[in-house]
């Protein structure tokens, strides 16, 4: 039974007998609206299989025709009847190159796993639920104003406190009235406009006001006596802001609750910085003896070290690999992330629903051999959990098999949006393929789902780079920088008529041949699209809009898409209950009309999964 599916063969097939049977029933052609386009009028039209159960050695040839699945649903785009064509989309893992987008992305999560990342669009909705870990109500809270301002104020606090103790000991009038401290930040925007002021935190203009309120006592102290005062003139002629600045800079850095940061007079204001090494060239501060001033990001914005921030937090992130099934905390954050980031009804995000649509899988798990020809965790579905400080953050619903590990959908925290979770949990997916090749040498590739050339929202897959897609017609991988100039003019292409290119032509040469403008693939343009590798939401199962049997009449004795197929069906194997038999030593016990029926349903059977698939699958009849 040794199988070949364009051209790729199963290498890693070995013993149906170890590894169980497929079984599948055939449902059709079936129509539906389509998902993706949500254009009035147009449809999706796809060929159905329910699989009662499937090798991952079939899936694995089926996902090489271009087939997935939805819970036990298979389901195939009949590419030319289809709004949206779909291609098959996948990456060879180690010859991955990250962007920079995608490097920015595990950049920001290690930072975030640190304690320095300002997560600025992470914040607390009404209704959120009491019981959230502590992890992510810090999380949200260094992200919201009101701490921000109340670190400044606390930063205020110790001013005020310096500054008595600077007024005391300069024996200033009696009778100065002391200003408050107000400590601002820098912004971005204005750091960048400011010379010098790299790591620059906060500002400070309190010695203005304290030399102005200086001057307006001795003032009203001359106005009440009507003679100057000799002492008076001196002290306002030598405390100038300037003066005022120095001296309390002096102060503040030798006082403890400012440890880490360093602060430096300029032109009267006192200006908070991060690290001493960026102080504006000839400054100097006096650093307490101890004090970690490089431990500091001056993206940061909350650097306070005192009694209600003592040290930043770190979290930890644990990543487990489980068996599809059942677990109340990931349902509910896929109720969550379904009715906060895709805008469904609550009542649409059933138990029922999940169960079926990420947690019933019809692939046989094959269990971990030992012989390098099968990963440590096994074949068949699963489920990668992403877990901070004990809490779930997100799920990869993925499918491993012999030659790769297909994605099958993702969900995650709503609140941790901008940590783009999408991005990130894919880059440890395609990581994780990398690091199983040692235990199982034919698990090379990672499948994103679909990659649809007309959908926006799909096109992000294709920046995991170098991908390829699936040719419709021949089964053949076609680079995806020669595919993409094809698709920008018509969306459906047999790709693997312009493959030519890999062997040298140019996509002049064949622009010209097929009336095709050759387009520049932008290897810079960005992930701006943040979704992860969510499969297709309108799941086409059993019951959907078509006819009874599954068949359109205006389609009948029309050639699919696919390689032709000749019209013998007599190797099929046909599944009774629990009897297995070929067509042609069946076929006898129907009746002449039966036989002709069951016999235009397996030749459609046949060009949809192939011809190899339909003698090595069982086909059932009940």
């Not at 169960?355 to 990668?384: A, K, M, Y």
């Amino acid at each position: 039974m040794a199988a070949k599916i364009g051209t790729e063969a199963s290498s890693s097939r070995s013993s149906r007998d170890n590894r169980g049977e497929s079984v599948v029933a055939d449902v059709g052609r079936r129509r539906s609206s389509c998902g993706y386009c949500r254009s009035s009028g147009r449809t999706s039209v796809a060929h159905g299989l329910w699989a009662h159960s499937i090798t991952a050695d079939d899936y694995q040839d089926l996902l090489d025709r271009g087939w997935r699945r939805s819970g036990m649903f298979l389901y195939k785009p009949e590419m030319e009847r289809t709004c949206c064509p779909s291609y098959t989309i996948r990456l060879k893992a180690c010859d991955f190159i990250p962007s920079k987008e995608q490097t920015r992305v595990t950049k920001k999560m290690q930072r975030f796993l640190e304690g320095v990342f300002d997560d600025k669009k992470s914040k607390p909705l009404a209704g959120e639920p009491s019981n959230s870990s502590s992890a992510v109500k810090e999380i949200t809270r260094l992200s919201d104003e009101k701490s921000k301002e109340e670190d400044l104020h606390i930063l205020s606090q110790q001013l005020d406190s310096v500054v008595h103790t600077w007024a005391t000991i300069s024996e200033i009038p009696p009778g100065v009235q002391l200003p408050k401290a107000s400590i601002k930040r820098i912004t971005h925007n204005k750091r960048k406009l400011i010379s010098g002021s790299e790591g620059l935190l906060y500002t400070c203009s309190i010695s203005f006001q304290i030399a102005a309120n200086i001057k307006r006592s001795v003032e009203r102290n001359e106005s009440r006596t009507m003679r100057p005062n000799t002492d008076s003139v001196e002290l306002t002629s030598e405390i100038s802001p300037n003066v005022i600045a120095e001296k309390l800079a002096g102060l503040l850095n030798q006082h403890a609750g400012f440890a880490g940061l360093v602060i430096s007079p300029l032109n009267g204001h006192l200006n908070f910085y991060c690290d001493p090494k960026l102080l504006p060239s000839g400054k100097k501060a006096e650093v307490p003896v101890g004090a970690d001033c490089s431990k500091h990001n001056h993206n940061h914005n909350h650097m306070v070290n005192n009694s209600k921030h003592p040290h930043k937090k770190r979290w930890r992130l644990e990543i487990h690999l489980k068996r599809s099934s059942f677990d109340p905390e990931e349902y509910d954050l896929y109720r969550r992330y379904q009715i906060r980031v895709h805008n469904d009804a609550p009542d649409q995000v059933s138990e029922s629903s999940y169960r079926r649509f990420l947690v019933d899988t019809p692939i046989v798990f094959v269990p971990p051999h030992g012989d390098g020809t099968v990963p440590s965790c096994g074949f068949g579905s699963f489920h990668q959990q992403y877990v901070i400080d004990g809490k779930l953050v997100a799920v990869g619903v993925v499918d491993i098999l012999p030659r790769c590990l297909s994605s099958k959908y993702l969900f995650w925290d709503p609140d941790l949006a901008s940590l783009s979770l999408g991005k990130y949990t894919a880059l440890q997916e395609i990581g994780w393929v990398k690091e199983n090749q040692a235990h199982c040498s034919s698990l090379q590739y990672y499948y994103l789902g679909y990659y649809i050339h007309s959908c926006s929202k799909m096109r992000y897959k294709a920046a995991y780079r170098p991908s390829e897609l699936l040719c419709p017609k021949r089964y053949q991988w076609v680079n995806f920088d020669i595919a993409r100039p094809l698709l920008d003019k018509k969306p459906y292409v047999v790709l693997s008529d312009f493959a030519t290119l890999q062997s040298g032509e140019s996509s002049r040469q064949v622009s010209s041949e097929t009336g095709l403008e050759p387009q520049l693939q932008d290897s810079d343009q960005e992930d701006l699209v943040e979704s992860p590798t969510d499969e297709d939401l309108v799941m086409m199962e059993p019951g959907s809009e078509g006819s009874e049997d599954g068949s359109d009449p205006e389609m009948d004795h029309v050639l699919s898409n696919e390689e032709t197929v000749d019209g013998d069906v007599n190797s099929i194997l046909i599944g009774l209950k629990n009897i297995r038999m070929r067509f042609k030593d069946i076929q006898r016990a129907f009746g002449s009309g039966e036989r002709r029926y069951l016999e235009s349903q397996l030749l459609s059977y046949k060009k949809a999964v192939g011809p190899v698939l339909s003698e090595c699958m069982v086909y059932s009849l009940g």
